[in-house]
RNA sequence: GCUGCUAUAGUGUAGUCCGGCCAAUCAUGUCGGCCUUUCACGCCGACGACUGGGGUUCGAAUCCCCAUAGCAGCACCA
C-alpha cells in the first residue's frame, strides 16, 4: 500500500536494517580462515569462554576453513583431568563446528625444537637470575647477567634445563625483547619454565612453554589467520610479536573484544571448585553458577547464547552482561515450543460448592491447538495458589473451567460455583488462575538461585523430563526429574 | 607507580575510520494501553544516552587537546 502510494519514502524510511547478531568483517579472510578457541582446561566452560567460542565459530562459518580446539595445558597446576572431557562436552553442546583438536601437551618436542631455534637466533637465553633480582633489572632497563651468553651456551644450558640440570625455578628461557620497550611487561618475557614440584595428568615432563611461546608458536603452525579474544590480552600479543620478528613470520590479524563482567555469579573456575567442594554448590551445573551446563539444566537453549553473544559482538569496550538481555533471547526460542502446564505454587486445598464434577481441557499451547489439550477432571475440591486468596478478592475464575465467588468460613476459603460465562469474569477484571483437582497433582519443587518454591503440579509433569514447559503465570521451567513421588523443576526465566 | 585500552539511555548495541542525511539506530528493560480463558506470545505508545571541559570548523557523537572514570598488563598463569 505505502509503497505504491509512496515508493520513495519506504526506501528512505529504511536506514540499514541491520541486523542485531551481524558481526563487522574481518580482514584478509575472503579465501577462507583458520580461527581457534583455545581453553585453559582447568574446569567446564562457562559464560566468558562462550564469548570467544561462538565468535570465532561464526566467523569460521561465515568465511569458511578450518576451527581448532586447542586445549592449553602447558600448566599442570592448572589442569584438571576431567576438564578433558567437559570442555569438548560444552563445545559441543554450544554446537561450534569444531574441525579438529589439539592438545598442546602432546607438542612439548615441538616447542622445544622451536625454542632451539629462537636461541640460535639470538632470540632467547636461559636465564638464571632470581627472580626479585631479574624484576628490579628489568625496571630499570637493565640486560641481566644472563642476556649477554653466546649462542652455544645457551643452547647447552637450555639441553641441561631439558637433562634435568636445573630444579624447579632456577632457570628460565626468556625471549630477547627491548630493554627500553616503555611497556615493563614487554622485557625479556619468560619461554620456558622448569616445574617438577606438580605432575602433569598427561605426559611425564618438567620444562614447560609458557603460553605466549606456545600460543605464538602454535598460532603459526596450524596455520590461524586471525585470532579474536579478550582485551585482557592485548599485552600478550605484543609480546607475541617479539617472537613472531624473531622467526620472521607474519602474525595472524588480531581483534580483541571488552571484558565481560557477569552479574550475579561467581565466574572464576578455582571460586567455583572451593565452593563445589565445601558443599555450597551441587556441582558444576548449579543453578547459580555461571557455567554453561548451569545453564543448560535451567533450560537456557545454546542457540540463545549464541544469539546474546552475538548481539554482544566483538566491540572493546567493558561490558556488564545482563541475564535480561540472555532470557530475552531465550524466551523467543523456547515459548513457541514449550507445552503450557499448571503448577501451582504454595498450594492451598478449597472446597467447591454449587457445580457437578466436569472436565477442563486445557491447550497445550495457546498458540497452536492442533498440538491437543490435557485433561483436568473437576470432582468439587481444587488447589489453588495461596496468593490468589490472599487480597480481597470475591471473584475468580478458576482457567478454563468456570467462575467462582471466593468467601472466608471461619478463617478458611471457600469457593462457590458463579457461572460459566467468561465475559463475566472479563467484565469484571478478575484474575483467571491456574488449579489442580485436588486428588490429581504431583509434588513438584521449583528451584531458583533465589530459592525453591513447594508446589504442585498436573501428572504430565512426568512426561516432559529433560523439556522446557511453561509454567503458566510462573514462568519458564526445566523439568529436571519427574515421577510418582514428585517433580523437580529448575525456573528458566519469567 | 609504570604501560596501554575503552568511554552512546538501567543493560547490550548501531553510528565514530571518510564531520552535515543523528532533534542519534535496534534490542532488552520499565510504565501505560490493546489482544488473549497465563502475569507468556503478539501489537501500539511512552520513558531513557553521545563522561566533563576546552579547541578546530559555517557545522562535531564523529577530528585535536586536557581532565575524569572503568578495565587490563607489569607472573617461572592462561
Not at 63 to 82: A, N, S
Amino acid at each position: 500500500m505505502l509503497q505504491a502510494l509512496a515508493p520513495g519514502l519506504l526506501e528512505a524510511r529504511e536506514p540499514v536494517q541491520r541486523d542485531r547478531y551481524a558481526l563487522p568483517p574481518l580482514p584478509d579472510a575472503e579465501k577462507g580462515v583458520v580461527m581457534r578457541f583455545a581453553p585453559n582446561p582447568s574446569g567446564p566452560l562457562h559464560l566468558g569462554h562462550a564469548r570467544a567460542a561462538v565468535l570465532n565459530d561464526v566467523y569460521v562459518r561465515r568465511y569458511g576453513g578450518r576451527y581448532i580446539l586447542r586445549i592449553e595445558d602447558t600448566d599442570p597446576k592448572r589442569v584438571d583431568p576431567g576438564a578433558y572431557e567437559t570442555v569438548p562436552e560444552d563445545i559441543r553442546w554450544l554446537g561450534c563446528g569444531i574441525t579438529e583438536t589439539v592438545y598442546q601437551s602432546d607438542r612439548l618436542e615441538v616447542y622445544y625444537d622451536h625454542a632451539r631455534r629462537l636461541i640460535e637466533r639470538g632470540g632467547g637465553y636461559v636465564c638464571t637470575c632470581d627472580n626479585d633480582r631479574f624484576r628490579e633489572l628489568r625496571l630499570a632497563r637493565t640486560a641481566c647477567p644472563c642476556r649477554g651468553g653466546e649462542v652455544e651456551e645457551n643452547l647447552a644450558r637450555f639441553e641441561g634445563m631439558l637433562a634435568g640440570a636445573y630444579a624447579e625455578g632456577e632457570a628460565s628461557l626468556r625471549v630477547r625483547t627491548d630493554l627500553d620497550a616503555p611497556d615493563p611487561a614487554l622485557r625479556d618475557f619468560p619461554a620456558f619454565r622448569i616445574l617438577t614440584s606438580t605432575l602433569h595428568p598427561r605426559i611425564d615432563a618438567s620444562v614447560y612453554p609458557l603460553m605466549n611461546f606456545s600460543v605464538a608458536v602454535d598460532d603459526h603452525l596450524l596455520g590461524c589467520t586471525h585470532v579474536i579474544r579478550g582485551k585482557d590480552h592485548i599485552a600478550n600479543t605484543r609480546r607475541q610479536q617479539f617472537i613472531y620478528d624473531w622467526y620472521s613470520w607474519t602474525p595472524p590479524h588480531f581483534r580483541h573484544y571488552g571484558r565481560m563482567g557477569i552479574e550475579g555469579v561467581v565466574l572464576s573456575t578455582s571460586e567455583m571448585r572451593a565452593g563445589i567442594a565445601a558443599g555450597r554448590y551441587e556441582g558444576w551445573d548449579d543453578i547459580r553458577l555461571g557455567t554453561l551446563r548451569a545453564l543448560a539444566r535451567r533450560g537456557i537453549e545454546p542457540e540463545a547464547v549464541k544469539r546474546a553473544m552475538l548481539a554482544i559482538g566483538i566491540g572493546e569496550t567493558d561490558i556488564q552482561f545482563s541475564w535480561e538481555n540472555l532470557f530475552a533471547e531465550n524466551r523467543a526460542i523456547v515459548d513457541p515450543v514449550a507445552d503450557r502446564l499448571w503448577f501451582v505454587p504454595d498450594p492451598v486445598a478449597v472446597e467447591v460448592t454449587g457445580a457437578p464434577p466436569r472436565e477442563a481441557h486445557p491447550l497445550r499451547h495457546p498458540g497452536d491447538p492442533s498440538r491437543g489439550t490435557r485433561t483436568l477432571a473437576y470432582d468439587g475440591s481444587v488447589v489453588v495458589p495461596a496468593a490468589e486468596l490472599a487480597g480481597e478478592i470475591s471473584l475468580l475464575r478458576l482457567k478454563d473451567l468456570f467462575n467462582v465467588e471466593v468467601s472466608t468460613v471461619e478463617g478458611r476459603a471457600r469457593l462457590a460455583y458463579a457461572g460459566d460465562e467468561l465475559a463475566d469474569a472479563r467484565g469484571a477484571r478478575v484474575p483467571i488462575v491456574q488449579w489442580l483437582p485436588l486428588d490429581g497433582t504431583v509434588p513438584c519443587t521449583l528451584r531458583r538461585p533465589e530459592g525453591e518454591i513447594a508446589g504442585v503440579s498436573e501428572p504430565s509433569v512426568c512426561d516432559a523430563v529433560g523439556k522446557v514447559v511453561q509454567f503458566e503465570r510462573v514462568g519458564f521451567a526445566r523439568i529436571d526429574t519427574a515421577g510418582p513421588g514428585g517433580a523437580v523443576a529448575y525456573l528458566t526465566h519469567r
